[in-house]
């Protein structure tokens, strides 16, 4: 009788070694993917983009994005932006040119992945992310739902 292969053994050590690897390559491409959008909006004379967003039940999603050029509400156009990504089990960056409301989407996600990976699940979170090109700065302001139970026991 022969033993049936067995599968390889998790190896804890080896799966945080490769998300730490994944999570810094992805922290590296931050930098040229904020100036490459900024630099578009600014382009476009966009001072301020607030993109909000929902997730619940497994479904989370980009409820709207608003841009503006001073106090004015403003169309974006389809500049087309580099936006570059990397994958957990792949050390390659990929790179892929959008228009310039995809960008915003893309960015916004890879970002939620980052800073709240599942933040669609459950009774999942909403927010903002707020591109301030005057300032330089993309700010995510970011809201967890919880759902809390309270157990009141008697004993008689």
């Not at 608003?66 to 932006?81: C, F, N």
């Given at each position: 009788m022969?033993?049936?292969p067995?599968p390889?053994?998790?190896d804890?050590d080896?799966?945080?070694?490769?998300?730490?690897?994944?999570?810094q390559r992805a922290?590296?491409?931050?930098?040229?993917?904020?100036?490459?959008?900024?630099?578009?909006?600014?382009?476009?004379?966009?001072?301020?983009?607030?993109?909000?967003?929902d997730?619940?039940?497994?479904?989370?999603?980009?409820e709207?994005i608003?841009a503006?050029?001073?106090?004015?509400?403003?169309?974006?156009?389809d500049?087309?932006?580099?936006?570059?990504?990397t994958e957990?089990?792949?050390?390659?960056?990929?790179r892929?040119t959008q228009p310039l409301?995809?960008?915003?989407?893309?960015?916004?996600?890879?970002?939620?992945?980052?800073?709240?990976?599942?933040?669609?699940n459950?009774?999942?979170?909403?927010?903002?992310?707020i591109?301030?090109?005057?300032?330089d700065?993309?700010?995510?302001?970011?809201?967890?739902?919880?759902e809390?139970s309270?157990?009141?026991?008697y004993?008689?």
């Amino acid at each position: 009788m022969t033993d049936a292969p067995q599968p390889p053994a998790f190896d804890a050590d080896d799966f945080t070694a490769r998300y730490n690897a994944y999570e810094q390559r992805a922290a590296a491409l931050v930098p040229a993917n904020k100036a490459n959008l900024f630099s578009a909006l600014g382009d476009a004379g966009i001072t301020c983009v607030t993109v909000t967003f929902d997730g619940y039940g497994d479904s989370g999603q980009i409820e709207n994005i608003e841009a503006k050029a001073g106090e004015e509400i403003a169309d974006l156009p389809d500049t087309l932006v580099e936006i570059a990504r990397t994958e957990f089990f792949s050390d390659e960056i990929h790179r892929r040119t959008q228009p310039l409301p995809e960008a915003i989407e893309t960015i916004c996600y890879l970002i939620l992945e980052a800073k709240h990976g599942g933040w669609e699940n459950n009774e999942g979170a909403y927010g903002e992310l707020i591109f301030d090109v005057s300032a330089d700065s993309l700010v995510l302001d970011f809201n967890y739902r919880i759902e809390t139970s309270e157990n009141h026991a008697y004993e008689f």
